[in-house]
């Protein structure tokens, strides 16, 4: 582990793929928020990308049982 990534194959492509996922979410989110866009279209894309967010990464703790998004430690994707 190199700070909050880690050095294995597997490891890595584990928090990259997951950090992409969370990117591409923010990116629906940050219409709304940072843009400060309050039409229909804005609030359910953002909406819909919170939803998929909390579904999907708390799959994924219920399913590994681990306290962190990508394994037993603190990873980027988690902040």
């Known amino acids: 582990m190199?700070?909050?990534h880690p050095t294995?194959?597997?490891q890595a492509h584990t928090v990259d793929s997951t950090f992409d996922f969370?990117?591409?979410q923010?990116?629906?989110?940050?219409?709304p928020t940072v843009n400060q866009k309050k039409d229909d279209e804005a609030s359910?894309?953002?909406f819909a990308a919170t939803d998929l967010i909390l579904?999907?990464?708390s799959e994924r703790l219920n399913k590994n049982k681990t306290k962190w998004l990508c394994g037993e430690?603190?990873?980027?994707?988690d902040f």
């Open 26 to 31: 923010w990116g629906k989110m940050a219409i």
């Open 55 to 57: 579904d999907r990464m």
């Open 8 to 10: 294995t194959l597997d």
């Open 44 to 46: 359910k894309g953002y």
């Open 73 to 77: 430690t603190l990873t980027v994707p």
């Open 2 to 4: 190199v700070g909050n």
């Open 22 to 24: 969370l990117y591409e």
